[in-house]
């Protein structure tokens, strides 16, 4: 079977980028994508996201990023990146979700989707985290009789009009949430740790140095935290409102336990709430790579240059971009360029399997 010198597995931010770099080095690869439709996780986004709601979407190499508009993110991004595909001639098959990646003894990888499978020299895992949504787990969850949505399954603000919501989290999204729903419903907010909110401005530097904070874990192998969970939360003018009506004043620790019509907190006292939104992150979606045995002892995968490089330490063959501290849309960008570097590098010293 031909044997490619590079699989691409996800066409995000990071995989396009990635894709995009290998083209220019002139190395024969394929880049694998699970959606029917171009766009990665943004696609999938609720469609009260609007271009000016985001955090900002970052442009791809040699392209212009999506304007600031009142469109949808959903319908923005998929179209620039649709757009982008075309335009450079990406060499992406869709749809095909790879389930698992093999190492074979003539040090071939074999990435396998279904009976379907690629023979390559080296793999670049750009599948990010939207497939792998994290929901702690609290007792009496399953007698909850009201509905819980958990930031994937978002239903967009109106949903929530009128009702009593209790929102779960310390991230952007939960600010996010609570800044479309307070305005409408009653909130209530819960958070594990006590937020911490910036009050400069996110400059370049403050972004850099919230980036190298995520470096530091990924250098020592253990399982990064999203960039956005350490920048800090700040307020935006959509958030105001929802700041005037007390919604981010009023946040409790973590209830105890969950009752078929509400929660109950830590000092004993019930919380009657009709639904529970779980802004409680996500995960890297990595299962499909456990057979090359990547993860350190401390549970995350280590990567090369303390962290700021692309490179698995576990094996040189294997490129991760949009993980860790290339989580974010520029990140993923630059990250891109290193991987098809990494590629580059792997391939020149490979050992060539005796005849
Ligand atoms: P994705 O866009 O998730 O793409 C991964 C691709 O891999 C998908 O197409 C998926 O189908 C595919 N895939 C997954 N698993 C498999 C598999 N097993 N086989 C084959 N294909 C697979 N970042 C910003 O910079 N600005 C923002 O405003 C911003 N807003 C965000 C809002 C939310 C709600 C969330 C959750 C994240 C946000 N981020 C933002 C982070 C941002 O989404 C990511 O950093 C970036 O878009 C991720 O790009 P990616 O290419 O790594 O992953």
Request: charged share 25%.
């Amino acid at each position: 079977m031909d044997i490619l010198d590079s699989v691409v597995i996800g066409a995000g931010q990071a995989g396009l980028s990635a894709s995009y770099h290998l083209t220019r080095l002139g190395i024969r690869h394929v880049v694998l994508d699970a959606d029917d439709r171009p766009g990665g996780a943004w696609q999938h986004r609720w469609d009260a996201l609007t271009m000016r709601d985001v955090h900002g979407v970052a442009e791809l190499p040699d392209d212009a990023a999506p304007p600031r508009d009142d469109e949808r993110a959903n319908v923005a991004v998929p179209a620039t990146f649709a757009a982008y595909e075309r335009a450079h001639g990406l060499p992406v098959v869709r749809p095909v979700r790879v389930d698992r990646a093999t190492d074979d003894d003539d040090g071939i990888l074999v990435v396998h989707a279904g009976d379907r499978e690629w023979r390559t020299r080296t793999i670049v895992n750009a599948t990010g985290t939207w497939t792998h949504p994290f929901l702690p787990h609290y007792p009496g969850m399953e007698t909850f009789l009201g509905d819980q949505f958990h930031t994937v399954d978002y239903p967009g603000p109106e949903y929530f009009r009128g009702k009593r919501v209790l929102v779960v989290g310390g991230g952007a999204s939960a600010v996010q949430f609570l800044g479309a729903i307070a305005p409408i419903a009653e909130t209530v907010w819960a958070t594990r740790r006590e937020p911490v909110w910036r009050t400069d401005d996110f400059t370049p530097e403050a972004g850099a140095a919230a980036v190298a904070l995520v470096e530091q874990r990924v250098a020592q192998g253990l399982p990064p935290e999203s960039v956005v969970s350490v920048t800090g939360l700040m307020l935006r003018e959509q958030e105001r409102e929802a700041e005037r009506l007390g919604a981010y004043a009023d946040r409790r620790p973590m209830f105890e336990r969950i009752e078929p019509d509400g929660v109950r907190w830590a000092d004993g006292t019930f919380e009657r709430v009709d639904v529970i939104l779980w802004a409680t992150g996500f995960r890297p979606a990595i299962a499909h790579l456990a057979p090359l045995h990547l993860r350190s002892a401390a549970g995350g995968i280590q990567l090369d240059r303390n962290g700021r490089g692309t490179t698995a330490v576990a094996d040189p063959r294997i490129q991760l971009v949009g993980y860790g501290p290339s989580a974010s849309t520029i990140g993923a960008n630059r990250a891109g360029r290193a991987a098809a570097k990494g590629v580059q590098r792997s391939l020149a010293t490979r050992t060539v399997p005796a005849p």
